[in-house]
């Protein structure tokens, strides 16, 4: 059953984080406590980053915090992403919000139960016999497996008008505790946004229709350590291997080629990836697995360089990009995340 994208839109929490104002923050604050702090701060001027944005003000970073401080944090900063990103994306499908009959929230970055579209639901005005659908733990592939299972939700029922909004509010979770080379690298990396998708199974009227087809997954076994969350007393601690981007030059082929295979696809019938932007090392590994032309993620690095990996949801910032310059035909998303994982899902989008 065909599923077609209604609507797409993006948002970003307040507060700027320019690149050179982070390092100068971790220096602060980091460089006392480890050593090698001064050598792996060259990663500021080398990820490819410009601007970041967060939930909580820079002089947040500068306080002891824990469990009960961070959460809060991202409770208040997610719920109002949340907000602004479904209100965007039903301005753009030109839905009401009592009109939407299922949401699939995903979201990594904080602990909320009630989720969060159960805490939005009076601001946004849903109904109360909306189906909820909270997802959790799948990290920076949850923008791709998200869509995914909103795809499936909406093929299941045509009639239904399906929400998916992906939030992530990373920057809560610095740590200056631990003071591990992983928490270096989160800090070159990661900033807060969301994202959300209107999806239906009947055809929009609208010139250039994007019609999505049905998703996939790969884990491979004994990978848990590369990608993930350490919980301890003080908060959620990063787990961000060194090999990942030699793991993806090593296993992303096969696995986007056993999904073209389920998607009766070939390489060659791939107009374009579109692919979430890890990190600059993780772009040029993609290209490199991918048989693509150096560069060819573009789309991918201009959301890198403007606001940083937001884990989940960068790659529908990057789908919105894509699709706002105008590209057309078949093409593949894909994310990888704690699993480890890779998420692919095809979609066509009319000239």
């Known amino acids: 059953m065909p599923v077609y994208l209604h609507g797409l839109a993006t948002a970003l929490p307040p507060h700027e984080l320019p690149q050179t104002l982070v390092r100068q923050i971790a220096a602060e604050i980091l460089g006392p406590k ?15 980053i410009d601007m970041r ?26 719920q109002a992403l949340f907000v602004e990103a479904a209100r965007r994306a039903l301005g753009t499908a ?31 005005g849903f109904r109360p016999d909306i ?16 869509l995914s299972i909103a795809q499936s939700m909406s093929a299941a029922r045509p009639d239904d008008k399906v ?47 994007v019609r999505l087809g049905q998703g996939t997954q790969k884990t491979w076994p004994d990978t848990l350590d590369i990608m993930g969350w350490e919980v301890d007393d003080t908060g959620l601690g990063v787990v961000f291997d060194r090999s990942i981007p030699n793991f993806v030059l090593e296993t992303l082929e096969e696995a986007a080629t056993e ?8 390489s060659d019938q791939i107009d374009r990836f579109v692919c979430h932007p890890g990190g600059a090392k993780v772009i040029t ?40 310059e105008g590209s057309t035909g078949q093409m ?14 095809p979609f066509e989008v009319a000239a």
């Not at 733990?137 to 949850?142: N, P, S």
Request: glycine letters at 10%.
């Open 259 to 266: 999904a073209l295979t389920a998607a009766n696809l070939s």
């Open 94 to 124: 030109q839905w009401e919000a009592h009109e939407v009959d299922c949401i699939v929230t995903v979201s990594s970055t904080g602990i909320a139960t009630p989720s969060l579209e159960a805490r939005a639901m009076g601001e946004m």
């Open 34 to 48: 480890y050593p090698a702090f001064k050598r792996l701060s060259a990663s500021f001027d080398s990820a490819g």
């Open 53 to 78: 944005y967060s939930v909580v003000p820079p002089a947040w970073f500068e306080g002891a915090h824990g469990w009960h401080d961070r959460n809060a944090a991202y409770l208040e900063g997610a």
């Open 332 to 345: 593949m998303a894909t994310a990888l995340g704690p699993g480890f994982s890779a998420a692919f899902l």
């Open 163 to 209: 929400l998916l909004v992906v939030v992530e509010a990373c920057t809560p979770a610095f740590r200056s505790d631990r003071a591990q080379k992983a928490d270096i690298i989160a800090t070159v990396l990661f900033g807060d946004g969301a994202a959300a998708a209107c999806l239906q199974g009947r055809a929009p009227e609208a010139s250039r229709m």
């Open 285 to 324: 590994a993609i290209e490199t697995a991918l048989h693509l032309e150096q560069g060819a993620l573009q789309a991918e690095r201009d959301v890198l360089r403007a606001a940083g990996n937001m884990s989940a949801p960068t790659v529908l910032f990057v789908l919105e990009r894509v699709l706002r």
């Open 131 to 146: 189906r909820r659908m909270p997802v959790f733990g799948l990290g920076c592939a949850g923008g791709v497996s998200g």
